[in-house]
């Protein structure tokens, strides 16, 4: 067969071999002006015009780096499917876990070493992006590494077996759950954080805390632990799915073990604290219209509260009914 390659095929062969090795680039080279000659022919045969024929082939062959790849059996992505599922749920589950505990430390650390409220969260927030990008590039180099190099990494292959139960349906979604815990949240960190830094000035030109400091002796840690049962409780809830009348029980327990001290606090005087107090001239008269107010929002949340885990407890009970009847 008369050969047609032409400059043009010669610049295509050369771009696709050139980053091989010497033997292979010549074999390479050989079989795929074999080819390119063969299809050109093909189409010359069919009537069309040899350079217009010669044109469409390079094009139907496409990229000719691309082509290399393929020749070379190289991936042309970084995460290839075979470990892109496992890829992505090592780095979800870093980037829950790591920068939280990362951005802990961190805040605890400053804490510790008397920063103030500023130095806190921005230690906090600083070291949890940090290493969330650590997270995200050594994990991903470790799979384009992984990627790249031809060994059986033994993955478990998947079976029947980890299908997933049905969906039941879920009066509790993920949405509300995070809203929970996440609220739940910011009042620790308000109750830790008004003891460092508030919007008040001290004689001193310190900070004054809102609340009594000598309830660190006790009763603020004490009702940091409520809320943070609290927490566990919301995510619970969204485990089960649905409100019980286990669930009722844990909202009214953690509701009273919340509710009796602060109202306790409150009518007794101890829960503003003295420098506060004296800071803004706060009259007697005017503390004790706080303290009752205190104490009536107190009363009316954790109320509300309990009252809403019994209504949807009563809905919940209804919904199983009418599937159980159907």
């Known amino acids: 067969m008369t050969t047609t390659t032409t400059t043009l095929t010669d610049r295509y062969v050369h771009a696709t071999t050139r980053w091989m090795g010497e033997e292979k680039r010549t074999d390479i080279a050989r079989e795929l002006t074999a080819t390119i000659d063969d299809m050109v022919a093909g189409r010359v045969e069919a009537g069309e015009d040899p350079v217009e024929a010669e044109r469409a082939v390079l094009a139907e062959l496409g990229n000719p780096a691309a082509l290399a790849a393929q020749y070379a059996n190289r991936p042309l992505h970084l995460i290839g499917p075979r470990y892109f599922l496992l890829w992505w749920k090592i780095l979800l589950i870093g980037l829950i876990w790591v920068p939280v505990l990362a951005g802990a430390g961190a ?14 969260i921005g230690a906090g927030i600083g070291t949890a992006i940090e290493a969330a990008f650590q997270v995200a590039f050594w ?4 799979f384009a590494i992984l990627e790249r190099v031809d060994v059986d990494a033994k993955l478990p292959r998947w079976t029947v077996d980890q ?3 049905l969906p039941k349906r879920q009066q509790v979604s993920l ?13 620790i ?10 919007w008040i000035d001290g004689p001193d030109g310190d900070d004054v805390a809102v609340l009594n400091p000598d309830l660190w002796s006790f009763w603020l840690p004490f009702l940091i632990g409520v809320l943070v049962l609290c927490m566990v409780l919301e995510v619970a ?7 019980s009348w286990g669930i009722v029980a844990g909202v009214v327990i953690t509701s009273l073990a919340w509710i009796v001290p602060v109202v306790w606090l409150a009518t007794q005087g101890e829960l503003i604290s003295p420098e506060l107090v004296a800071a803004l001239d ?16 107190a009363i009316a949340v954790e ?12 809905q919940a009970a209804r919904a199983t009914g009418a599937q159980a009847a159907a």
Not at 282 to 297: E, F
Request: hydrophobic fraction near 50%.
């Open 303 to 314: 109320v509300g509260t309990v009252v809403d885990a019994v209504v949807k407890n009563r």
């Open 175 to 187: 949405a509300d759950a995070i809203g929970g815990v996440v609220t739940i949240g910011v009042i």
């Open 189 to 198: 960190a308000v109750l830790v954080l008004q003891h460092f830094r508030s």
């Open 139 to 142: 994990v991903t180099l470790a």
């Open 163 to 165: 299908l997933p139960e």
């Open 282 to 297: 706060i009259t007697p008269t005017v503390l004790d219209r706080i303290n009752l107010g205190v104490v009536l929002v």
């Open 237 to 243: 809830k969204y485990r089960v799915g649905s409100y």
């Open 107 to 120: 805040a605890i650390g400053s804490l510790a070493s008397d920063g103030d409220a500023g130095d806190v």
